[in-house]
Structure formats: structure tokens, C-alpha cells
């Protein structure tokens, strides 16, 4: 599993094995060089891309041999897979897992051995690219970042920061999720019917459009346990909220009925934030 911000070409060779220290390569042309010891054959390995909540990753496999016959086996998802586990959950996103998840190898029996470029979009900031090659091969894969103006479902690179949730008038779920114990606080928010804007805003909500926080052991977080459910309308900061779970998520679920919005403060929990627990998970 390997974690990666930075746009630019990503070089993956593995050669036959010949002795003890037979080495896999693993190289961003614009980065370090970086080195993985050769293990199971059958691992399935990850390159992990996040970029910036407003962003969206787009990959280009401009060669890739990798021999299907083999076992050798690569995959784009649309998004992050963790132990089964997938973000955005499928409560979040507008395709089916079935359509995020893209796998190709090389076909030794057609030609070229070698095979073409490869285009794939990311929905959201975060895309994985996977790879299992059990004897010998390589791909060159290139990243690249876009912005977007209407970004939804958000993975958290940085331990801290102010994120913006906006329905856009559309009935769609968006999701923020830290992968990381959290202490959450809303700076602002406008969530359902313009009746409730002389009222308290509430943190026990059960209407339709509402901002669900709250946490799950893995990255599936459709079934989340929650620490309040809130709605209404203020400018004044909340309440903190710290949520000691795998991961923290904030999800705004909205019917396309109203245009919410949301600014929510995320920072990584630490043991002096225990005394702020609202949330805290099943080890």
C-alpha cells in the first residue's frame, strides 16, 4: 500500500526472481525512488492517489505488461477499497461498485504483448489503482489532478481542515471521511426549510435533509454509527465533537427538496480530546 499526492509518471517493474535479494521497483519519476521487498507472489498491492477536496484524480496507463495468463492482474476503482471496504460507500456515490471498479490485464495470445494507454476518472479527489503480478512485468501509469467546481464526496488528506458540504440542489448524499479519530465542529450551517430559521438548530434531527456525523470501524460508513443527526440554520460555531472510531465521516443527506450547506471543522483527535467524546467505536 502506497500513499501518493503528487501528479506525474508512476514506474512499477518486478523481475524474475533470482535470488534472496531479488527486488521490486517502485518509482515516481518526479519523486523519490523507492524500493519493496518481493513477497507473497499472489499480493495484491495498491497505489493509493489523493489529491485536494476540490479535485478529481485522472490515471493514464501509458504501458502496462502484465500477463493475465499468469495471474497478473490490474484494476482502477473509482475511489479507495480497504479490506473489502469502499469509499464513497455505495449509499454516496451515483455508480454502481460494479462500474467504479475496472480490471484489465495483458492478453499474451493478441497482439501487441505490450498493451495500449488506458484512461480512467476518478468521481471524487481519491482513486486506487491496484496491481497483483506474480512472476514478472511493469506498468507506467500517469496522474494527474482537476479541479472541479462542484466537488461532493471529499477523502481527508491533511490531519486538519474546513471543508464545505453543498447539496447543489441535487437529491444526492455527500460525504467528508477522515481516516482517523476526529474531533468535528460545524461553522455554519443551512440544512432544510427556510421555517427553521428562527429555530435552535437540532442535534437529534429525524427529517429527510439533515447532516448525519458520525463513525465506522473501516471505510464503509453507509451504516455508520452516529453521533448527532443536525439541521437548521446558524452562523455561530457548534459544539466540538470528538469521535474515536477507524474512521469519522460527516455525510449530508439531502432530497433535492432545499440547497444545503455545511462548513465543517475536522482536526485528528488526541487522548486530551477524550473529555469531548461523543463517539466512540468497537475496537
Given amino acids: 500500500m502506497d500513499v501518493r499526492s503528487e501528479p ?65 492482474l490490474m484494476a482502477f476503482v473509482d475511489g479507495w477499497e480497504l479490506n473489502g471496504e469502499y469509499f464513497p460507500s455505495e449509499v454516496d456515490h451515483h455508480r454502481k461498485l460494479e462500474d467504479r471498479v475496472v480490471e484489465f490485464c495483458s492478453d499474451y495470445r493478441q497482439w501487441p504483448k505490450v498493451s495500449n494507454k488506458k484512461f480512467f476518472k476518478s468521481s471524487q479527489n481519491a482513486a486506487l489503482l491496484q496491481y497483483r503480478i506474480p512472476t514478472k512485468g511493469f506498468f507506467i501509469a500517469n496522474v494527474k489532478f482537476h479541479k472541479i467546481s462542484q466537488p461532493c464526496n471529499v ?5 486538519d481542515g474546513i471543508f464545505q458540504l453543498n447539496n447543489y440542489g441535487h437529491p444526492w448524499n ?30 437529534d434531527c429525524q427529517m429527510e435533509d439533515r447532516l448525519d456525523i458520525g463513525g465506522s470501524g473501516g471505510l464503509e460508513n453507509s451504516n455508520m454509527d452516529k453521533s448527532s443527526s443536525v439541521c437548521g440554520y446558524s452562523d455561530a460555531p457548534g459544539p466540538q465533537q ?20 455545511a462548513t465543517v471543522e475536522i482536526r485528528k483527535a488526541s487522548v486530551e480530546d477524550y473529555d469531548l467524546a461523543t463517539l466512540i467505536c468497537p475496537v
Fill in 8 to 72: 506525474g509518471d508512476y514506474i512499477f517493474k518486478k523481475f524474475p526472481k533470482r535470488s534472496a535479494s531479488s527486488r521490486m521497483s517502485y518509482v515516481n519519476l518526479d519523486q523519490e525512488a523507492m524500493e519493496q521487498i518481493e513477497e507473497d507472489p499472489m499480493t495484491v498491492c495498491g497505489l493509493y492517489i489523493i489529491g485536494e477536496p476540490d479535485t478529481i484524480v485522472e490515471v493514464t496507463i501509458k504501458q502496462y505488461n502484465v500477463n493475465c495468463e499468469s495471474g497478473g
Fill in 155 to 159: 477523502l481527508v488528506q491533511d490531519t
Fill in 174 to 203: 455527500c460525504t467528508i471521511a477522515a481516516i482517523f479519530p476526529a474531533v468535528v465542529s460545524l461553522s455554519s450551517l443551512k440544512i432544510g426549510s427556510k421555517a427553521l430559521r428562527n429555530e435552535k438548530v437540532n442535534y
Fill in 242 to 261: 470528538a469521535l474515536f472510531c477507524g474512521t469519522t465521516s460527516v455525510r449530508l443527506v439531502s432530497s433535492g427538496k432545499y440547497s444545503n450547506q
